[in-house]
């Protein structure tokens, strides 16, 4: 039995969820999503809790329990809290900046490179080097720091590049190293 799809979800004051079907929609002070979840689980809404269960004990229903839970959750927590992720720029020289809603960064290449972030996500960049990704929705976010991460991730010999807040970076002995 899944310990994490047995567990039910509170709904904060000002967050409203309407489901339809597998269809569930949740509203909040910072914005509107919407998911449909597979046929395998149910969602139900008790008072200020919401219940995912399994709709048998079938393998695929047994994988997708937790998921779904999961998948709610961060429903109900992004739009009454939303999600951040916090990234480093190492490096000299190495610095980002925002123009209009474009996240610029200058990280060695011969130009800079620039990238436009999805819909309903917000770049911020404090100091030059630490860019801050916000949103409501925790996968959009996460996968846009993925993809300012891979513009230079950190190589493990001097540790240049971007790395996640608090990311360790194994480091490597260069070649005068070695005897």
Known sequence: MSRIGKRPIDIPGKVTIAIDGQAVTVKGP??????????????VQEGETILVTRQDESRAARQR???????????????????????????????????????????????????EPPTGIQVAVENNTNVVVSGIDKEV???????????????????????????????????????
């Open 30 to 43: 910072k914005g509107e999503l919407s998911r449909v979840l597979p046929s395998e689980v149910a969602i």
């Open 141 to 179: 976010v996460g996968n846009t720091a993925a993809r300012i991460r891979a513009v230079r991730p950190p190589e493990p010999y001097k540790g240049k590049g971007i790395r996640y807040a608090g990311e360790a970076v194994r480091r490597k002995v260069g070649k005068a190293g070695k005897k």
């Open 65 to 115: 329990h937790g998921l779904c839970r999961t998948l709610v959750a961060n429903m109900v927590e992004g739009v009454s809290q939303g999600f951040q992720r916090r990234l480093e720029i190492q490096g000299v020289g190495y610095r980002a900046q925002v123009q209009g809603r474009n996240l610029v960064l200058n990280v060695g290449y011969s130009k800079p490179v620039e990238l």
